[in-house]
């Protein structure tokens, strides 16, 4: 009997359906992978099994008995341990803190015993002293280590509560070779105690490394449950990205110039580390790979959006010092967020405001001539088939599609020559993302060069001349013409090796 | 950046270094303006004089450590204060109407703070504006139980208050109390718990943190001291007033800040508050001391109040790089 069993779980967002059908078994003692392409539902399926989600239909079976967990704290306390791929550290707490955030060790009439704890968290910490690096003792500041040893801390956190499910959703991220060693030896001890364990990684050598079995998901389902031992790699990837194989970019394509718009040399910031490439005019470049490997960092860091850490970034053959977004836009430099709530539209103010709010932050007017501005913005409205009844109602009544059509509006009157794109099509219409397209095509037409991020990796397959595969901050490989096919891209995505 | 042995010792290990140092500047000042400032009888007539924000600011640092905001607490301490005067006073003043008031004023201050925590914590609402609203509403009740400043309670009540106790002054074992029970709350699982809370909620719901529980029992222990507070005020003025407590919700909040707690949650503690509610009463005494013109007090007190919170932030940033 599979000591956890889900099935037929559905899970639906909003409109998004998530999981439609997913069947899980996880065996006693067992390693088992969890795969697959972006939006395929995994982790949804572990926040289901982790009680952070709850499903809308289903059943998940523990020791054969059916459980629905109402939090965390009902999953945890049924033996359920989670390493959270963006960690659930609290910075400003100590490590021996975190560790035993919760289960801390009381002493007389209830009272936190601080040297119990501290001697706990030491115990914990030894499991890994080989690989953990100066500066990480009891009492450091999580806020105070680095991405590795932070990483550390969150695995052993998981190990302390000692659960006998442990779900460990990219805990190897940031690790070097050493370091995933040890804490394969430690998965494998957990292994021979009887526990099970349940491991995403975007690293295929650690599936085939740590993992005695492998379930494969697609589109919210399961697609193939298999031990290691019967399948090679590209059958995996294979199964991952499904049998509509090798389906190539559209026959538009773009002629781009020889002239480099946009060269970025070894850049690094928040997520990203040593990223090169050049852009051409008239060509769009897309940014792929597993959700969240930097793609979004490197737009939001070229638009001066957040820090750089190093690396050389040049426009046009002049260098550019992206310390903050108006310096950027005053290079001609847009950017459109597909998180439109956060990034894009002032939901009340009337769509003329929110059309012409770039022209006026990068001129610095000191007043607003309506007309004269209506008459700049105008041509903009026809080319994107902007629909509305009145420049002063509230972007709010428009649709998704319409309202990014508006952000992108609002950048065009500011005739970008590079047009960074952060998945700009997200909930939006089939009809809208066409007429994006179109759009794009045009531009490129005209000379401008464009930067792609895309969640839909049919999308950017087929919109982008080139794609560069993203892992850990990091390019992993380039796919151009008919390379760009989601088996290269994923065999790409999943590739990587840890650094020595 | 790793730890080094440098900033280890720092503002970072010790939030309510800074106001320690401030503290210790002011009452040189202060001993400099006010000789007798550092005779006992003195002291302890400061300490009576500090009390009440000092006991409002030990509540509200609980709530700011979960990131959250008490904008009630003064109108707790009106409402509580009105009400146990106004019990003991229309009971007649005897013993037992004693007993009763200052009991229903705890039990009243605990009830605020949980209604605050409910609605913040279960229902989900905004702190800030909730407790602000909540807070006129709790203003609204103390007016209307006494509409104007008055009545009286038994001269066995405030000469206890002003009197001692095996030979310290009553208000000295007060804050001693206050302090105790901050270093006991400091040594539970709560408090970890609470730090979590006001340092990242989503993560420590992840851990299992019963981060809504977390929440209402920082607000009940807000308005708990709130009614502390408004206990002192009737012993120290022997009377009720509706609008007493007003200006303490946001002196309370500065006190906190001053003694190093971060209004982002996490960081601090109930000692820094403390410093921070007696940094400001001394400033109150310096400029009273120092014989300035009326019209200039409060631009020079508020000035003092901003170098105050400068140095606190310069000694931040410098721990940031």
Redesign the interface.
């Known amino acids: 009997m599979p000591v956890l069993e889900a099935s037929g779980v559905r899970k639906q967002f909003g409109g998004v359906v998530a999981l439609a059908g997913a069947q899980f078994a996880l065996e006693v003692g067992e390693v088992h992978a969890l795969i697959g392409s972006n939006g395929c539902g995994k982790s949804t399926l572990c926040k289901i099994i ?1 009680g ?1 989600v709850a499903a809308d239909a289903g059943s998940l079976l523990l020791d054969g008995r059916a459980v629905s967990f109402a ?3 009902q999953a ?2 049924a033996g359920i341990g ?1 390493f ?1 791929q963006e ?7 100590t490590v021996a ?1 975190n560790i035993l ?2 289960r ?1 060790p ?1 002493g007389r009439a ?3 015993d ?1 040297d119990a704890l501290e001697a706990a968290a030491a115990a914990a910490l030894a499991q890994f002293d080989d690989v953990l690096g ?2 990480v003792h009891p009492r ?2 999580v806020a ?3 991405a590795d040893q932070s990483q550390l801390v969150e695995i052993l ?1 998981v190990l302390a509560a000692g659960p006998r499910i442990l779900i460990f959703d990219e805990a190897t991220a940031a690790l070097d070779r050493n370091q995933v060693s040890a804490v394969f030896q430690r998965i494998r001890a957990l292994k021979g105690e009887g526990r099970s364990v349940i491991f995403i990684t975007h690293r295929m050598d650690e599936v085939f490394e740590i993992a005695d079995r492998v379930t494969v998901m697609r589109n919210g389902a399961t697609v193939l449950t298999c031990a290691l031992a019967q399948i090679t790699r590209d059958e995996l990837v294979g199964t991952m990205v499904g049998g509509a194989v090798a389906r190539a970019g559209r026959d538009r394509r773009h002629v781009p110039s020889e002239e480099i718009a946009l060269e970025v040399e070894n850049l690094s910031a928040a997520k990203l580390a040593g990223v090169s490439f050049k852009l051409r005019r008239g060509e769009i470049v897309g940014l792929g790979g597993l959700h969240g490997q930097g793609q979004s960092e490197l737009l939001r860091a070229l638009f001066g959006a957040t820090p750089l850490r190093g690396g050389a970034v040049r426009v046009a053959g002049q260098p550019l010092d992206p310390r903050g977004p108006r310096a950027v836009m005053r290079r001609s430099i847009a950017y459109v967020s597909g998180d439109r709530g956060r990034y894009g539209v002032m939901a009340i103010r009337p769509i003329f405001e929110n059309l012409v709010i770039s022209l006026l932050a990068r001129d610095r007017r000191w007043t607003v001539a309506r007309q004269r501005l209506e008459r700049e913005v105008g041509p903009f409205i026809e080319r994107l088939k902007l629909k509305f009844s009145s420049l002063r109602a509230a972007v709010s009544e428009l649709s998704g599609g319409n309202q990014q059509k508006v952000v992108l509006g609002r950048w065009l009157a500011t005739r970008p020559g590079v047009l960074l794109l952060d998945d700009p099509t997200k909930g939006i219409d089939i009809q809208t993302k066409e007429d994006l397209y179109a759009t794009m095509d045009e531009l490129c037409g005209q000379g401008v060069a464009i930067l792609l991020h895309s969640s839909d990796d049919e999308e950017l397959l087929a919109v982008a001349d080139r794609v560069l595969v993203f892992n850990g901050g990091q390019v992993m490989g380039e796919l151009s013409g008919e390379q760009r096919t989601r088996f290269a891209l994923y065999q790409a995505a999943y590739a990587s090796k840890h650094p020595a | 950046m790793r730890a080094t042995a440098a900033s280890r010792f720092s503002t970072q290990r010790h939030p309510y270094l800074m106001a320690a140092v401030v503290f210790l500047v002011l009452c040189a000042v202060n001993a400099i303006l006010q000789p007798t400032f550092l005779r006992f009888g003195v002291a302890a007539s400061n300490v009576a004089a500090f009390l009440p924000m000092a006991l409002v600011a030990v509540g509200q640092t609980y709530v700011v450590l979960a990131s959250d905001i008490d904008l009630s607490a003064g109108a707790v301490v009106s409402l509580v204060n009105v009400v146990v005067v106004s019990i003991i006073d229309g009971m007649g003043g005897t013993g037992t109407s004693m007993a009763l008031g200052l009991v229903t004023g705890l039990a009243l201050g605990l009830l605020c703070g949980a209604v605050n925590g409910l609605c913040v914590a279960f229902l989900r609402f905004q702190p800030i504006v909730t407790t602000f609203a909540t807070g006129i509403v709790f203003a609204g009740f103390a007016l209307w139980v006494l509409p104007q400043a008055g009545r009286q309670v038994p001269p066995d009540l405030y000469l206890t208050y002003a009197g001692s106790l095996l030979g310290v002054p009553t208000v000295l074992w007060i804050l001693a109390a206050a302090i105790a029970f901050a270093a006991l709350v400091a040594r539970t699982r709560f408090y970890q718990a609470l730090r979590a809370t006001g340092g990242n909620m989503q993560a420590a719901y992840q851990t299992g943190v019963p981060v809504a529980r977390v929440r209402l029992g920082a607000y009940t222990i807000s308005g708990l001291f709130a009614a502390l507070a408004a206990l002192a005020l009737v012993g120290e003025t022997a009377s009720g007033d509706p609008l007493i407590g007003g200006a303490l919700t946001l002196s309370s909040v500065t006190a906190v800040v001053l003694g190093g707690t971060a209004l982002r949650g996490c960081v601090g503690g109930v000692a820094g508050s403390i410093l921070g509610a007696f940094i400001l009463g001394l400033i109150s005494n310096v400029i009273f001391f120092a014989q300035l013109p009326f019209e200039w007090q409060g631009l020079i007190q508020g000035l003092i109040i901003l170098a105050a919170l400068a140095g606190g932030v310069v000694m931040a940033r410098g721990r940031q790089d």
């Open positions: 982790a952070s939090g965390p704290r945890a306390a989670v959270y960690l659930s550290l609290i910075r400003e707490m803190e955030l919760g801390e009381r209830g009272m936190l601080r100066a500066g450091a500041r105070d280590l680095s956190k």
